[in-house]
Every structure is written in structure tokens, then in C-alpha cells.
């Protein structure tokens, strides 16, 4: 009997994951992906594996902070008005998540999803057969510029759900680590463990695809415009008019996902939670320096073997739009203000995060078309939980019982 035949379309990190279990796992199984490597969010991230992320983003807190934060006033947080009639409805339901029973139970659902996501990655990299210093397992730094700041920032901290990671308050020896790259010493700090970082994000992409196609995978450089689903199996029709025939179809495309969960007939309220970031070959930033969260300036720095990378910015809209220079220039302007030595003419980059309204992911098995599985919406936790999503994916295929938490993943709760 011949191997089960799949299609998974999406080539970013949850993506390429997910086609390297399953093809390790013995089915057939054939990549689509635009070939585009900057186009989406597993590009340009901080490659942060963020286990302390557990705190759900609709909350009465979240709403309460939002007006300070918006771009106008120097924040992070920025609408796209040209693309209104895209957030709005997204927003309403936003609103809706944020009530405290819902963020109660967002809360239990998300923590039950960073379920130590580091180790997750430890297995996927040893499958991969990667570079042991792929994956990093050395926690990240959480630092504020006055001692206001670190007080409140550190009270915030005290009363978050961080899942399976742990921190404590910074010694005055690792803060004197900073006098060398900032032109002042953070005022206070925290020190995680249980968090971890990648070498560079587009590495480890690199080396999933690279074991996939080790493993007898195979990738089609394409646009996919179409699935359908057919009786038990499923194609995906290519911008060409070229069809793959499957046995099974996981859609895995990110922000672009929605239109292909459409052509189903699923609307899905996904919207394009934009990133930027940029990146200097030149720079002063130790090894030993682990990534830095710069939470009252809303920016993160990590060095990767490329360069050190600092992003930033939440802006909502289309996922294709054009870019907004005065993000690139806002956090480099941030950049310039702590002191660290970086280009002038950096790399820059700009990404839709996928995400849905109650921030939690879309991950199972459609029940009006069984041939099609789903695995998207991962907001800022797209890096985070590929490894983990991957697993799950693979133990659906194989027929394995899920738990009964991944319920609340289904993308039939926005039917």
C-alpha cells in the first residue's frame, strides 16, 4: 500500500516543521511555498523561544494601556486606517476576548501550549540533524532604563503567568555587563531561565527544509491560490493553474492563510499583525550578552550570527501592504539612544504576524472537510510554538488522541 500523500502549504517555521515530521513520519509529502524568504513573520523575528509568554494579550490591562502605547505618541501600537474595514470587525472581537472570563480561560489555554517549547525545539533540531548551537538554551534578559520603571516593570512581572519559565532580579555585576555596548547601565533587570533563542531565524528554517528534503520531501516554489476538498482527499490549485493532488492538505501560510480557508468556505477572522526589525553586521554586542528586552522602550535586541537585530512595532492591516519607513527609523532612532555602536544603513524588515483575535492559534482538523488540516495564527509565538505545533500535527495525522484542552484551537469557534 502506497504512503499516505500530503501538502502542506506554507514554508515558514511552522510550516517547513510540520512537513519534516511528517515525512519522517512516512507519508509522502510535498512543500508549496511562494520562495519568497522575507515575506513573512519566521523571516525578520527576534528569534525568541518566548516559554514566559503566558499572559494572554485581550485583557482589561492590555485595553487600559493601548492609548499610551499607540504609535502617535512614540509606542509601538499603530493602525492602518486605509485598511479599517480589515481590524475593525477584528477589533470588536478583540473586545469580546477580553473579558475576564475569556482571558481566564485564554490563560489556561496558553499556558497549556507553552508546555516547555525550548525542549520541543531540542527534539526537532536533533531530528533535523542540526548544528548543536542552533538552538540556545541560555534564557534572555528583561531590563528598564530608571528606577521607576524596573519598580513598576518588576511588579508587572511578579503577578504574569510565565508558564515553565522562571526569573529573578538582575545583580548589579550583570548589569555592569552592559557598560560597554549602552551608553548608560540599565536602572534594574530580569534574568530568565526556561526561555531560549536561535542562531538566526532563516538558519533554522534553512535546516528544517534542508532535513526535509533529505528525507525524500519535496518543494514546489508556488503560489497557492486554492484548496479544495474532495470527497477523502484534497488539492491545492496553484497560481499556474497547476493542480497537486493530495490525500490530505495542511494549511500552514500564516497571515495569508485566511484567503486560502475561504476558498473552503471557513471565514477565519486572521489579520496581519505587522513587525519590523532591523539588522547591523556592525555592532559592538558581546556573545555573551544574551537577548534584551528594552520593555520601556518597546524594543528587543538579539545578536545572531549574522548581525544583532533589534525589532520592534504592532501595526495592524493588510499583510501585503507597503512598509512604513518611520518604524525602521523609530527603532533605530532607539538604538542610537542606548548607546549601541550599529549601521547606519542597516538590513530592514517588515512582516505580518498571523493572528486572530483571541491571540491563541488555529490548529487541528476540519470537521466539514476532513482531508484538510490547519495550523496557523500563532501571533508573536509563531517561533516559539513550531516545534511544538509540529508534533501536534504529526500525532493527528498518525491518529493519536489529542488532548481535550486543543479543543479550544479548533477554527470552528469563530464559526
Not at 540556545?136 to 524596573?150: L, N
Request: aromatic residues 8%; neutral net charge; charged residues 20%.
Amino acid at each position: 500500500m502506497s504512503a499516505q500523500r500530503w501538502t502542506v502549504v506554507g514554508g515558514g517555521l511552522v510550516g517547513a516543521a510540520s512537513a519534516l515530521r511528517l515525512q519522517m513520519a512516512g507519508f509522502e509529502v510535498v512543500m508549496v511555498d511562494r520562495g519568497d524568504p522575507r515575506r513573512g513573520a519566521s523571516f525578520g523575528n527576534i528569534g525568541h523561544i518566548a516559554a514566559e509568554q503566558g499572559e494572554p494579550m485581550p485583557s482589561s490591562a492590555t485595553l487600559k494601556s493601548a492609548f499610551g502605547r499607540l504609535f502617535a505618541f512614540g509606542g509601538p501600537l499603530d493602525f492602518r486606517l486605509r485598511d479599517g474595514a480589515m481590524w475593525v470587525p477584528w477589533a470588536l472581537r478583540f473586545l469580546a476576548a477580553s473579558r475576564p472570563a475569556a482571558t481566564a480561560y485564554g490563560a489556561g489555554t496558553l499556558n497549556a501550549l507553552l508546555d516547555d517549547p525550548l525542549a520541543a525545539w531540542q527534539r526537532l533540531s536533533a531530528l533535523a540533524q542540526a548544528p548543536q548551537d542552533m538552538i540556545r538554551s541560555d534564557g534572555h534578559a528583561v531590563v528598564w532604563s530608571t528606577p521607576e520603571a524596573a519598580r513598576r516593570g518588576l511588579e508587572s512581572w511578579q503577578s504574569a503567568r510565565t508558564g515553565c519559565a522562571r526569573f529573578r532580579p538582575m545583580e548589579t555585576s550583570e548589569l555592569a555587563a552592559y557598560d560597554g555596548v549602552l551608553a548608560k547601565r540599565p536602572a534594574g533587570g530580569i534574568v530568565f531561565t526556561g526561555t531560549g533563542q536561535v542562531s538566526e531565524p532563516q538558519i533554522v528554517r534553512d535546516a528544517l527544509l534542508s532535513a526535509f528534503r533529505r528525507q525524500g520531501g519535496q518543494v514546489v516554489s508556488a503560489d497557492a491560490v486554492t484548496v479544495r476538498a474532495k470527497d477523502d482527499a484534497a488539492e491545492v490549485v496553484l497560481s499556474d493553474g497547476q493542480v497537486i493532488d493530495s490525500d490530505r492538505v495542511l494549511v500552514a501560510a500564516g497571515a495569508w492563510s485566511k484567503t486560502l480557508m475561504a476558498s473552503l468556505g471557513v471565514g477565519v477572522p486572521l489579520i496581519g499583525e505587522r513587525g519590523y526589525s532591523v539588522q547591523s553586521a556592525e555592532h559592538n554586542w558581546p556573545e555573551d550578552l544574551p537577548l534584551t528586552v528594552f520593555e520601556d522602550r518597546s524594543v528587543v535586541l538579539a545578536r545572531f550570527s549574522g548581525g544583532l537585530r533589534a525589532s520592534s512595532h504592532v501595526e495592524f492591516g493588510a499583510p501585503s501592504a507597503a512598509p512604513d519607513p518611520r518604524k525602521w527609523r523609530h527603532i533605530e532612532g532607539h538604538v542610537k539612544g542606548l548607546g549601541v555602536q550599529f549601521s547606519e544603513t542597516p538590513d530592514r524588515w517588515c512582516g505580518p504576524r498571523p493572528t486572530l483575535p483571541d491571540y491563541l492559534p488555529a490548529i487541528g482538523r476540519l470537521e466539514a472537510h476532513p482531508s484538510v488540516y490547519y495550523a496557523f495564527g500563532h501571533q508573536h509565538l509563531g517561533l516559539t510554538l513550531a516545534a511544538l505545533t509540529s508534533e501536534w500535527i504529526e500525532g493527528m495525522a498518525l491518529g493519536h488522541p489529542i488532548p481535550t484542552w486543543m479543543q479550544a484551537l479548533r477554527v470552528e469557534r469563530f464559526q
